[in-house]
């Protein structure tokens, strides 16, 4: 095995399967402890109401029914709006129980606890909730319509976000402009594993949680917060993590109950959602409507965006925040745009509140480009890769201001697109997509092109290394990676820089009590804030290590270097050689450093998709038969672990593009409640995708590194839906929003669209 | 089921992994699943439906692939069950397991329990399937992190080493 630096960049295994494969690693709902009650939920069937009642005497009076709260008799301070408002808008907050109104199907009411599981489950059954049902509203161009029913009538409007980027203006001096009118679809995140949560009492006065999380010191906060304790008397900890997409980085109202329950009742207790329940009480993703107006010079070039982004933010202003931010801050893209006039407004409607899910606003800017791009070329009579290259922004440009505010770091995007057309045999399919239409084929051929810039790693991540002296290396994160493979790669940061074997080094996460501080795995953050944070701890390391080795060699620190054995020695008297573990021995103790890494702002990953499709146009059936795509996140650890974060991201993009739609009926019920319903894709629809790669290095961090936990969502919706509209542009249509399920695909061949609406646009 | 029989406490035998287990007290509605995770210490086996469409609970049962959330776990007596956990011996694994490892195959792994066992069920019933016979075999198992493709390249690998077109 490799020991040294060569270790950066070898596609490592990963060091946290085994356990996962055979079934003996831990995930909340694995956790048992002696007394352990069960917490079910009581949550409200009706999308918006007041809440009369909630009789909770004859489920109390059930056998195995330990206890049953309600808000009043189980108090927690609301979830604050976020981010908090200055002056902060409390009437936003979102509450733990429900109290006075409801406004979500599946907002918990009530909470049963049962020495049982099926006990609590058939005590929640016998709570009688009555609520006085009020109007409902569901679309966000609806809301924010005069006379709209109100969510919150204390704060006299469902719009409850709106920022103003750049100046009016954008269009002048145009001589063409496109318009387009999108909806960017709700959708579900469905990790595999649910939401879940388990707390108890433990030595000490301490309360012990844990929590299917990606951010465990986020929700300590919170817990501490809710419950009016010190942070330091609450320990979470994040056990195995079945997959979260962002869905598990916030805190959800279900996880601060189960630490208050047992807290009050002085017992182990453990909440796991249904399938059911996580359809409706997991944030959702997306959901933004789009009105667009791009404007150019006859030659392709563009000369102003713009845009009005309504963003649902579901029954509460929680996290829906993320992807109304991102999807403001890169609204231009990786085009030299220069003016930008772009509305963003955030409205709350009778639905699942929305949180960032892989992407998070970057995949609903990223469309919305990617279609306008598409609609200028089609206006202009030019292929739209050459309106692309026309307006990518070059290499000389960076870093870029983005008029957002976003201070692009490095790219080569035409490099990228290049690749990716070179990849694909761009000409060739060209070709045969018109040979296609010259035949009477009714499967038609299309070819969709997604060029993209995302944001990664902004915050900061704490990291830090310790040398033992029987030769073990510990590495801490306050990264927490459920399914990443992050432990694996800072093992070989670690190892590849103390040129150690992979073997002797350990990764500790995800666990307040033995991490002091950190943030956790979300927004493609943690290979480059927990790396490089690791990486300047191990630097700092092999300094301490130079110094002791100075004295033991009797040596001035200057002419002592480290042998690609890991050992040190004075330059040019290798054979008198002292190892990490020696030193540890000699001083006493362990060698350790610790760090907080942050860059002075994102790095910025981009890269090219195309998808090619065949669309049966008698039945509407569309074939993804190729995904290309090519992606740069800077310098690469481990290409195993890169490409698995491309795939599964691809995947959830082809997923949104041709599958995936959350519904609710016209009084706000869910029609998705289960993965029979929501069409979640299997083996069977899924190609095989071809992946490249170009590598330009952030200059923002030591390691050159950038995010790729999620731009293969951000890249592949764009293109495979690119894709279709340009297999049905010989019917004249111009725009069709996803999923590109056989229905809406059908209709738009049959309707023959060519004023670019969706026949299905919900806010058409 | 009448409200009598569903809250009956039953007591029988299963065979897991080649063992005998004793269930005590056992409802008559309680799911296989269920009583491997919670009576008999096996949460090998995921619950993420709990209604057959997503695999993460399959399990063998006399040879057959099943989901065990759809299985009443009194209709299993004396049938051999097999879980996750006796694919391989204490600290092994299988050659299927290793060759997820090798293929980058597990990612957030709560899925892969059931992967595993339906894989195996696969090779074990057909030792050289098309690609799309083995796309078919697991599209009961849904994955939400890897989009399949290693997957499938790590079923291509353990098909071709069984058959000897691998070292």
């Known amino acids: 095995m490799a020991s040294s630096v060569t270790l950066l960049g070898h596609a490592v295994e990963r060091s946290e399967d085994p356990p996962l494969l055979t079934g003996s690693a831990r995930f909340v709902a694995d956790l048992d402890r002696p007394g352990m009650l069960h917490a079910v939920f009581v949550r409200s069937q009706v999308a918006h109401g007041l809440l009369r009642s909630v009789e909770v005497a004859e489920a109390a009076a059930m056998p195995g029914v330990v206890a049953v709260f309600t808000a009043s008799d189980l108090p927690l301070a609301d979830l604050p709006e976020w981010p908090r408002g200055e002056p902060p808008r409390a009437e936003l907050g979102r509450p733990c129980l429900a109290r006075e109104r409801v406004r979500f199907v599946g907002e918990a009411v009530a909470v049963v606890v049962g020495s049982t599981l099926s006990a609590a489950v058939d005590a929640a059954e016998a709570v009688t909730v009555d609520i006085e049902p009020l109007p409902t509203v569901l679309d966000p161009l609806d809301a924010l319509a005069e006379r709209a029913p109100l969510l919150f009538p204390e704060h006299g409007s469902n719009e409850v976000l709106r920022q103003l980027t750049g100046a009016a203006g954008a269009l002048d001096g145009s001589e063409v402009v496109v318009r387009g009118h999108f909806y960017n679809q709700r959708v579900a995140p469905c990790p595999l594993e649910p939401n879940g949560a388990a707390a108890w009492p433990a030595a000490g006065g301490r309360l012990d949680c844990f929590a299917s999380t990606q951010a465990p010191f986020r929700l300590r906060a919170a817990i501490a917060l809710a419950l009016g304790r010190p942070e330091e008397t609450v320990r979470v900890v994040a056990p195995a993590v079945g997959g979260g997409f962002g869905a598990k980085g916030g805190v959800y109202p279900e996880q601060l109950v189960t630490a208050a329950l047992a807290e009050r009742l002085g017992q182990p207790v453990r909440f796991v959602e249904t399938r059911s329940e996580n359809m409706l009480a997991m944030c959702h993703g997306r959901g933004q409507v789009q009105e667009v107006a791009l404007g150019a010079r006859r030659d392709g070039t563009i000369v102003g965006l713009e845009a009005t982004m309504v963003t649902e933010m579901g029954a509460y202003c929680w996290r829906g925040p993320v992807p109304f931010s991102t999807s403001r801050i890169m609204a231009t893209g990786p085009y030299r745009i220069p003016k930008l006039s772009l509305t963003s407004i955030g409205a709350v409607t009778n639905t699942t509140p929305i949180g960032p899910y892989r992407g998070a606003g970057r995949p609903e800017a990223t469309a919305m480009l990617e279609r306008m791009i598409e609609l200028l070329a089609a206006e202009l009579d030019l292929d739209s890769v050459e309106v692309r290259r026309r307006n990518l922004l070059a290499p000389s440009e960076f870093p870029y201001a983005a008029p957002s505010g976003a201070s692009y770091d490095s790219g080569d995007y035409s490099a990228a697109l290049a690749k990716a057309l070179a990849l694909l045999g761009y000409e060739q399919v060209r070709a045969e997509q018109a040979d296609r239409r010259q035949s009477s084929c009714a499967t038609e051929l299309g070819v969709g092109i997604a060029t993209f810039v995302e944001i990664s790693g902004s915050g900061s991540e704490y990291g830090a290394v310790r040398v033992e002296p029987g030769g073990s290396v510990v590495v801490l994160t306050g990264s927490s990676p459920h399914g990443q493979g992050l432990a694996t790669t800072l093992t070989q940061i670690a190892a590849g820089m103390l040129k150690v074997p992979i073997s002797t080094v350990s990764v500790v996460h995800s666990d307040t009590a033995l991490v002091p501080r950190g943030v956790g795995t979300f927004g493609s953050r943690s290979g480059q804030l927990a790396g490089n944070a690791v990486a300047h701890a191990v630097e700092e390391v092999l300094e301490k290590a130079r110094e002791l080795a100075a004295v033991e060699l009797e040596a001035d620190p200057d002419d002592v270097v480290q042998l690609e054995d890991g050992s040190f020695a004075v330059a040019g008297v290798p054979s008198i050689s002292l190892g990490l573990a020696e030193l540890a021995r000699r001083a006493g103790g362990p060698i350790g450093a610790e760090w907080d890494f942050a860059q002075e702002s994102g790095t910025y990953p981009f890269g090219t998709h195309i998808a090619v499709v065949e669309v049966d146009t008698e039945t509407g059936k569309v074939e993804l038969r190729r995904l290309v795509a090519v992606d740069d996140c800077g310098r690469v650890v481990n290409p195993k672990i890169v490409a698995g974060q491309v795939h599964g991201g691809v995947a959830q993009g082809i997923a949104q593009a041709l599958f995936e739609a959350v519904r609710y009926d016209e009084s706000g019920n869910p029609l998705t409640t289960n993965l029979a319903d929501y069409a979640f894709p299997s083996a069977a629809e899924m190609p095989a995708f071809e992946l490249g790669e170009t590598e330009t290095p952030s200059p923002r961090n030591p390691l050159g590194m950038k995010g790729i936990g999620e731009s293969g969502a951000v890249g592949a919706a764009a293109a495979v839906q690119n894709a279709v509209v340009d297999a049905l542009s010989p019917y004249g249509v111009l725009h069709l929003d996803m999923p590109a399920d056989p229905e809406r695909v059908w209709r738009a061949v049959h309707e023959g669209r060519r004023d670019g609406q969706d026949p299905f646009s919900s806010s058409s | ?167």
């Open chain 2, 1 to 167: 089921m009448t409200g009598a029989i569903a809250s009956a406490e039953l007591s029988y035998e299963l065979v897991v992994n080649g063992r005998h287990h004793d269930v005590n007290g056992a409802l008559a509605g309680e799911s296989l699943l269920y009583v491997l995770r919670n009576r008999l210490g096996l949460p090998g086996s995921k619950n993420a439906c709990e209604q057959g469409e997503c695999g993460s609970c399959s399990v063998l049962v006399d040879g057959v692939l099943v989901c065990a959330c759809l299985v009443l776990a009194a209709t299993a007596v004396g049938r051999e069950i097999v879980t996750v956990e006796g694919l391989a011996g204490p600290g092994e694994l299988s050659d299927v397991q290793e060759a997820f490892v090798e293929n980058g195959a597990v990612q957030c792994g709560f899925c892969t329990p059931g992967l595993v066992v339906a894989v195996h069920d696969l090779l074990g019933r057909l030792p050289d399937p098309s690609e799309l016979e083995i796309r078919e075999a697991i599209s009961g198992n849904l994955c939400r992190c890897t989009g399949y493709g290693r997957i499938l390249a790590a079923i291509d690998e353990v098909r071709r080493r069984r058959l000897g077109e691998l070292p």
